[in-house]
């Protein structure tokens, strides 16, 4: 059982490039989320999604775009990539059941950094 | 006002010691709560959840007050290997809000 994985672990991109950040669990959770943590910041939000084919927006989505196509999978997009978007990168997935939110399982994150 | 407030610390205290955390909330209608421990540059991971009645598992002891919108984590007999930044979470409107995060240092 993974749990949780995300490739790739490192990233270097320059400004302007495009990326995708793959994220996979394999325990059948029906949410999935995106966050960003900057250097001795809490977690940002910036996409979940509560089922394949819904997605919302959170916190912080400009410059990002998601899509949810299967349970299993929530790829992140950056798209022209900006120095601002140097960060860490977790992707987490949860159950949630008549209303209830159960907790979050995180992968091990990708380090992303533009220059 | 932040939906999850934490004292961010650092909170330095010798091996042995107890500490406690406290973390408040804004939404009263939150039905979920956690405490999640995360290590330098790594992800979070779940210490606990907590439930209305209190838990505890070994020397960590979890506490929920409805009344007062507030969530506390307490730490007896601090190891070196407890040193780690401790995020308190809460549930809202079908996301999970995290707090900034309480670091614990241990010294030996």
């Known amino acids: 059982n993974a749990g949780v994985t995300q490739t790739p672990k490192f990233r270097i991109l320059k400004i302007g490039q495009s990326m995708t950040l793959q994220c996979t669990q394999d325990?059948?959770?029906?949410?999935m989320y995106w966050y960003r943590q900057d250097p001795g910041m809490g977690l940002k939000l910036i996409y979940y999604?509560?089922?394949?084919?819904?997605?919302d927006k959170g916190e912080v989505p400009n410059g990002y775009n998601v899509s949810r196509s299967t349970t299993e999978d929530f790829p992140l997009r950056l798209e022209l990539a900006a120095p601002s978007q140097t960060s860490v990168y977790f992707c987490?997935?949860?159950?949630?059941?008549?209303?209830?939110?159960?907790?979050?399982?995180f992968g091990p994150g990708t380090r992303l950094t533009v220059t | 006002r932040k939906e999850v407030e934490q004292d961010p610390g650092p909170f330095n205290v010798p091996e042995g010691a107890t500490v406690a955390f406290n973390c408040t909330y804004s939404?009263?209608?939150?039905?979920?709560f956690f405490w999640y421990r995360q290590d330098c540059r790594k992800e979070p991971k779940l210490l606990m959840s907590?439930?209305?009645s209190g838990n505890e598992d070994g020397r960590f002891t979890a506490q929920l007050n409805r009344a007062s919108q507030y969530i506390s984590l307490l730490i007896r007999d601090s190891k070196l290997s407890d040193s780690a930044t401790y995020l308190c979470?809460?549930?809202?409107?079908?996301?999970?809000?995290f707090g900034q995060g309480t670091t614990l240092q241990v010294k030996p």
């Open positions: 939404n009263s209608a939150s039905q979920s």
């Open positions: 325990m059948n959770h029906n949410y």
């Open positions: 999604s509560v089922g394949a084919g819904i997605t």
């Open positions: 987490a997935s949860s159950y949630s059941y008549a209303g209830q939110l159960y907790e979050q399982y």
């Open positions: 907590v439930y209305s």
């Open positions: 979470v809460v549930s809202k409107a079908g996301k999970l809000i």
